[in-house]
């Protein structure tokens, strides 16, 4: 079975190097609502969704690590984009093999439909979904306690009829009993929202990535934090000294995050632009600082 599965696609796989994660003391609001979600699901899915920019990859990420402390955590699955070969991924062959360290039994279930069945892999996903997953689960005894599934970057994987089927197989789990609940995190796609919405709503749960999460509160956040992190930077290397203080300046801050325009991305972008070397930060803080708000919102 270890040919069949993608383990560069784990959250804590070593070819996902430093990994986006929530900066500490932001996002604390999406973080809850999907621990509210996992500890009293009002579906087995939730669709996390949000243009790109807005942090998904990072709390799908934080959410999994918190989650495999907690040992609620059943499987994990990111996709980055050009990283599965032409035709379907191996994503429910790379869950149920983890799955099999979570469920005790698992394994010799799964085995036995490997065995009855080696081209299973080949087969359409929503069969494997079936074989590799549902059907096994459905054969253990006394399986109460759910784990999440982790699904995140379902944009990035290659074709749109395989996004639309991936959703539509996991939806369609509703009418089973599983021990297990799909996180499922993605842009808006076309393909994806039409999937989506093509089941009824107690189907599925959802949580955009919108301006009710206080995403603009979190980027203040992170930009006090970060530019105060650069500044007892510039003291401890001997830079030449700040020119006004405190730098940034209130004013200077709530204008990034006014540019952000709830994007974390563009936080993150600016910080990693005004620390790099050869330059003063102060020089390198104006420079963004002087860029038109229609610039900063179309780059």
Same mark, same amino acid.
Request: proline share 8%; glycine share 6%; net charge negative.
């Given at each position: 079975?270890?040919?069949? =599965?993608?383990?560069?696609?784990?959250?804590?796989?070593?070819?996902?190097?430093?990994?986006?994660? #929530?900066?500490?003391?932001?996002? *604390?609001?999406?973080? @809850?609502? =999907?621990?509210?979600?996992?500890?009293?699901?009002?579906?087995?899915?939730?669709?996390?969704?949000?243009?790109?920019?807005?942090?998904?990859?990072?709390?799908?990420?934080?959410?999994?690590?918190?989650?495999?402390?907690?040992?609620?955590? /059943?499987?994990?699955?990111?996709?980055?984009? /050009?990283?599965?070969?032409?035709?379907?991924?191996?994503?429910?062959?790379?869950?149920?093999?983890?799955?099999?360290?979570?469920?005790?039994?698992?394994?010799?279930?799964?085995?036995?439909?490997?065995?009855?069945?080696?081209? !299973?892999?080949?087969? %359409?996903?929503?069969?494997?979904?079936?074989?590799? =997953?549902?059907? &096994?689960?459905?054969?253990?005894? /006394?399986?109460?306690?759910?784990?999440?599934?982790?699904?995140?970057?379902?944009?990035? #994987?290659? /074709?749109?009829?395989?996004?639309? @089927?991936?959703? *539509?197989?996991?939806?369609?789990?509703?009418?089973?009993?599983?021990?297990?609940?799909?996180? !499922?995190?993605?842009?808006?796609?076309?393909? $994806?929202?039409?999937?989506? *919405?093509?089941?009824? #709503? &107690? %189907?599925?749960?959802?949580?955009?990535?919108?301006?009710?999460?206080?995403?603009?509160?979190? $980027?203040?956040?992170?930009?006090?934090? @970060?530019?105060?992190?650069?500044?007892?930077? !510039?003291?401890?290397?001997?830079?030449?000294?700040? %020119?006004?203080?405190?730098?940034?300046?209130?004013?200077? =801050?709530?204008?990034?995050?006014?540019?952000?325009?709830?994007?974390?991305?563009?936080?993150?972008?600016?910080?990693?632009?005004?620390? *790099?070397?050869?330059?003063? &930060?102060?020089?390198?803080?104006?420079?963004?600082?002087?860029?038109?708000?229609?610039?900063?919102?179309?780059?």
């Amino acid at each position: 079975m270890k040919d069949h =599965i993608h383990t560069d696609a784990f959250y804590d796989s070593g070819a996902r190097r430093d990994p986006s994660r #929530c900066y500490p003391g932001t996002r *604390e609001a999406a973080l @809850e609502t =999907i621990s509210r979600w996992v500890k009293d699901p009002i579906s087995h899915c939730l669709w996390l969704h949000g243009p790109a920019g807005t942090g998904k990859s990072a709390i799908a990420q934080t959410f999994a690590e918190q989650s495999h402390q907690d040992g609620t955590l /059943g499987a994990s699955y990111f996709f980055t984009k /050009g990283s599965t070969s032409p035709g379907p991924p191996p994503l429910f062959s790379t869950i149920a093999y983890q799955l099999m360290s979570v469920f005790p039994g698992l394994d010799d279930h799964l085995l036995a439909v490997i065995h009855a069945d080696p081209t !299973i892999f080949k087969r %359409s996903l929503s069969a494997q979904l079936d074989k590799l =997953i549902v059907q &096994p689960l459905l054969r253990l005894a /006394g399986t109460s306690a759910s784990v999440v599934v982790i699904i995140d970057g379902l944009d990035e #994987c290659d /074709g749109d009829s395989t996004q639309g @089927e991936i959703v *539509e197989s996991i939806l369609g789990l509703k009418h089973y009993l599983l021990p297990t609940l799909f996180l !499922i995190s993605s842009r808006p796609e076309p393909v $994806i929202r039409r999937a989506f *919405e093509s089941f009824p #709503c &107690p %189907s599925l749960a959802r949580l955009p990535l919108d301006k009710a999460l206080h995403p603009d509160r979190d $980027i203040h956040h992170f930009l006090v934090g @970060e530019f105060g992190r650069i500044y007892q930077q !510039i003291v401890r290397v001997g830079m030449p000294p700040l %020119s006004r203080l405190p730098w940034p300046s209130p004013e200077d =801050i709530r204008t990034l995050v006014r540019k952000s325009s709830g994007h974390f991305v563009y936080a993150a972008t600016v910080i990693k632009f005004v620390q *790099e070397d050869h330059a003063h &930060p102060m020089d390198r803080l104006d420079a963004i600082l002087r860029i038109p708000n229609e610039s900063a919102n179309s780059s």
